[in-house]
């Protein structure tokens, strides 16, 4: 019988067990973070708990040890490959009617094009040898917005695609430093390229071209409004020269820029990026072929590169240089890693230059030897690039503005040019995932040199050889559409906060299961040692 125990009065019991009355253990409680280092095997417990539910406790090792496998993968995925950037990438795929595809047959930039034009202002004087040097004024820039579409379009299903190109020129008043009606005095291109082809014909020929010449006031200079020397006007001695020689002569208008305006002859073919995104966007033929004929060794020759909208994203390493081809100057580009820069209001970008030494004397620069004339064997100055080949039979040479780059004795030849590495020097500002310009600066300059014949008269004053700058441009990308610029901005900042977000998860995550399954291993063991 249990005992009777009074407290402070006989009416209150209280009942007790003696001593030798066996006690029931009392159950502990365990919380949800007490089961789950159970299972993991982080605690022990004894008697019938720790037999219970062993099928879960090996489950749970299974899971583990994959979650162990899967996460080093995630990790060594994020952090060592990339897989991640290339599933960003693919969208720049040039795929037909996808998104890339819409925006590089439209492209939302509307680049300007800004024109300066050399203006002769003492050529009177120059040639009736009362001054010694030709003096220019640098005028403008005029400027004109430039809107490219690509037209004539075939996806050949070869993972290339073929086109033309199309521009659409409008003035821009109030970009512009000067009016489309300013009367500039410039070279003569039609009548200087007339007298460069008949310096190698007969006396007789010389004689006609001469006379044809002189009855349609042609001369070394002409003078006429920027709008029509840039964008084409009726030359008296082409339309005479038509008249005379019918086919021979296809038109009897000419402009400096008259062909950039509307829809390219040639017919380009590129890699769209579907076999290879390595090979995104570069050219594989111009007009059906890989070669361009002009040049006499295989690598200058060769069609290649880009042009210039969009470039293979893993050349992006600042290692490689990136190639451009200029169709008017009829060859590949290098593009050579500067520096960092930011554009677009903050994007980071790198800088891209064109090589001082592109346009060097092969004296200087040895694998420039292959745009020397090969049967002469003749190289201009440094500064200066043949492009007569391409220019109809014109003698016509490119340079950097202001012959920067150039031989001294090309800049001091003529008074008021004036060469600066930041006005004059080419550039590109390029998203260094995306791999295509947010921002830069083209800029070439059209020269004419004078080759005099015999029985030509009006270049006695000239040297012969001499080079005469005619205009210089500036491509800059302008007018950059919302939607543009805010794929930009998500491609950079959006896409790195998720990159690192999963980057940072991805290495916790492989972390904690690294430490669990080793947790997990070593009670194991221990427990078995134990028993």
């Not at 082809?197 to 006379?211: D, L, P, V, Y």
């Not at 064997?377 to 007569?388: E, R, V, W, Y």
């Not at 008021?416 to 800029?443: C, K, M, W």
Request: with cysteine.
């Amino acid at each position: 019988m249990p005992e009777m125990v009074a407290f402070y009065s006989p009416e209150t019991v209280i009942p007790t067990t003696s001593d030798t009355e066996p006690r029931k253990p009392l159950k502990r409680r365990t919380s949800a973070l007490n089961t789950i280092f159970y299972y993991l095997g982080l605690e022990q417990r004894s008697g019938e708990d720790a037999k219970e539910n062993q099928w879960i406790r090996i489950l749970t090792f299974v899971v583990l040890f994959v979650t162990f496998i899967t996460s080093g993968i995630g990790f060594f995925i994020m952090w060592f490959t990339n897989m991640y950037n290339n599933s960003l990438l693919e969208k720049l795929i040039l795929s037909e009617n996808s998104t890339a595809a819409e925006w590089w047959e439209n492209p939302p930039v509307y680049p300007l094009l800004k024109v300066h034009v050399f203006n002769y202002t003492n050529t009177e004087d120059f040639l009736a040898g009362k001054a010694t040097k030709l003096q220019v004024e640098d005028l403008g820039p005029y400027v004109y917005k430039e809107t490219a579409n690509k037209v004539d379009i075939t996806h050949n299903g070869d993972g290339t695609i073929s086109y033309r190109e199309h521009r659409y020129i409008q003035y821009l008043p109030e970009e512009s430093k000067g009016k489309p009606f300013d009367q500039v005095v410039v070279p003569n291109v039609v009548f200087l390229t007339g007298v460069s082809k008949k310096r190698s014909e007969g006396t007789w020929n010389q004689i006609a071209f001469n006379m044809a010449a002189s009855s349609s006031g042609s001369s070394a200079f002409i003078k006429k409004p920027v709008e029509s020397m840039l964008w084409g006007y009726e030359d008296k001695l082409l339309s005479l020269a038509k008249s005379m020689f019918g086919s021979d002569i296809v038109s009897s208008s000419f402009g400096m820029l008259m062909t950039r305006n509307g829809t390219s002859a040639e017919n380009f073919t590129i890699f769209s990026g579907e076999s290879s995104l390595e090979d995104l966007a570069v050219i594989k033929h111009l007009d059906g072929k890989s070669r361009l004929d002009l040049w006499h060794t295989d690598e200058c020759d060769r069609v290649g590169g880009t042009d210039g909208s969009q470039f293979p994203p893993h050349l992006m390493d600042r290692k490689h240089p990136l190639q451009v081809f200029i169709k008017s100057l009829c060859r590949k580009f290098p593009l050579v890693y500067d520096s960092e820069v930011t554009a677009l209001d903050g994007i980071p970008a790198w800088r891209y230059k064109i090589p001082n030494n592109v346009f060097s004397h092969p004296d200087e620069h040895m694998p420039n030897h292959c745009f020397c004339h090969l049967e002469s064997g003749s190289c201009p100055p440094s500064g200066l690039f043949n492009i007569t080949g391409c220019s109809m039979g014109a003698p016509i040479f490119a340079s950097f503005p202001h012959f920067y780059t150039g031989d001294r004795q090309l800049i001091e030849s003529i008074e008021g040019v004036n060469p600066v590495q930041e006005q004059h020097e080419t550039y590109a500002d390029i998203h260094p995932r995306l791999a295509f310009p947010i921002d830069g600066a083209s800029r070439f300059q059209i020269n004419i040199q004078v080759q005099k014949a015999a029985m030509v008269s009006g270049l006695e004053k000239f040297a012969e050889g001499q080079y005469l700058p005619v205009i210089w441009l500036e491509v800059v990308p302008g007018v950059i559409s919302d939607d543009l610029r805010a794929m930009i901005y998500h491609s950079t900042y959006s896409a790195n906060a998720i990159q690192m977000s999963l980057r940072v998860g991805s290495l916790a995550f492989f972390v904690l299961s690294v430490v669990l399954l080793i947790a997990k291993c070593f009670y194991s063991t221990r427990s078995t040692s134990k028993k």
